[in-house]
């Protein structure tokens, strides 16, 4: 990345909040936390001599950075806790206040968490927490950011990256994150469904143990049962999503398919799975009144394990989304295949929870080397982390 590269993605940032209000929202608007317009930054970095991935193979790979934004099922009471002391952190939260009507800060400090969990909670929590992070390391470590390469995000995870790379400002990334977190809970009460972590072998045929899964439901009189692959997290290691019923089969006869462990997540419904079609829909229609911009920096889609190329393509893609197995095994594999003895970028992981440092981990142990984290509960802690 080219100098004139590094300052428009580190503009970018700093002024991707953008300025406006969403329905529902407050009619003023948010604090002009930037000089520069995304657009206008875009426009530079397309004019710039070098793109971002000719200039990222002239700089030492040892000095580029990742970031990883964590999705539902990370967040925990008390996050956003280590954050308040940085700046613009609290407007950040003021913001999102006016956005959700609800007060997101009381309810990430202090719960309870059954209400944080809900998914109609959890995902703008997520999302809010993790550029609050963002925040936080720009604060520690501005080098960082100016010299990120790549970004991904787990599931909702996706949008909070989508808004880091400039591609979507602040206020409509939020609230397209509330009207798809309302869509997938209605459509998670209006079937019995869930997800099932399974750690396999390397016998474990999990297209077997689903089609037999769904056999099970026929016998019980369910029709058209799903019961399917929706995550792919690292090598034997799978999420697989449907109807309860299908779940519980899958548990009872675990040994019949050689799972060394199956785990019922504490979420609502079958996420990424068909069963989330009805939230396809308001998902959509509020991605057409959003600005979208070419990323700054390559952001990897869940459903392709690609990076995105054009506004289209993600407007189009976080639809398909919803309903698409999230290929983060494959996203790991892309972003960090390189040539034997070339150095791995720094990587962090901004948000709640270390869960995608344990999957990078288990994907790549030398790109892991270079893992760090910016927690969201205790500054001293991820200060140390982030050095």
């Known amino acids: 990345m080219s100098v004139r590269m590094a300052r428009a993605a580190r503009a970018a940032w700093t002024g991707c909040w953008g300025a406006g209000s969403r329905r529902g929202a407050s009619s003023s608007p948010l604090p002009p936390l930037g000089t520069v317009a995304v657009a206008e930054l875009l426009q530079d970095a397309m004019a710039a001599e070098a793109g971002p991935l000719e200039a990222a193979a002239r700089r030492p790979p040892g000095q580029c950075s990742v970031l990883l934004f964590p999705g539902q099922g990370s967040q925990v009471v008390g996050m956003g806790r280590g954050l308040l002391g940085f700046p613009r952190v609290r407007e950040l939260y003021a913001a999102a206040r006016r956005v959700l009507g609800y007060d997101l800060l009381e309810l990430s400090l202090h719960g309870p968490q059954e209400d944080l969990d809900r998914t109609v909670h959890c995902q703008p929590a997520v999302f809010v927490a993790s550029l609050a992070a963002v925040e936080k390391l720009h604060h520690l470590h501005p080098e960082v950011i100016e010299n990120c390469v790549a970004a991904a995000g787990f599931s909702v995870g996706e949008f909070a990256a989508l808004v880091f790379s400039g591609a979507m400002e602040f206020s409509e990334g939020l609230y397209a994150v509330k009207v798809r977190a309302e869509a997938m809970q209605e459509a998670s009460e209006a079937v019995p469904s869930g997800m099932l972590s399974v750690l396999g072998q390397a016998q474990t045929k999990f297209s077997l143990a689903c089609q037999e899964a769904q056999e099970h439901c026929k016998s019980l009189g369910i029709k058209n049962p799903v019961c399917q692959v929706s995550t792919y997290l690292f090598a034997d290691c799978r999420v697989i999503s449907g109807h309860l019923q299908a779940l519980q089969f899958l548990q009872k006869n675990s040994s019949k398919y050689h799972f060394r462990r199956a785990k019922v997540l504490p979420v609502s419904g079958a996420f990424h799975t068909r069963l989330m079609e009805p ?88 790109a892991w080397k270079s893992y760090g984290h910016v927690d969201v509960l205790e500054a001293e802690e991820d200060q140390e982390q982030a050095q």
């Open 279 to 366: 939230a396809m829909e308001p998902l959509a229609q509020v991605l057409k009144t959003i600005t979208l911009r070419k990323p700054l920096v390559s952001v990897y889609s869940n459903v392709s394990g690609n990076k995105y190329s054009d506004p289209r393509h993600i407007r189009k893609l976080l639809v398909r989304q919803l309903v698409s197995p999230v290929k983060w095994e494959q996203t790991m594999h892309t972003i960090y295949e390189r040539k034997k003895g070339t150095e791995f970028p720094r990587t962090f992981e901004v948000g709640p929870g270390k869960q995608l440092g344990a999957i990078l981990k288990s994907c790549n142990l030398q």
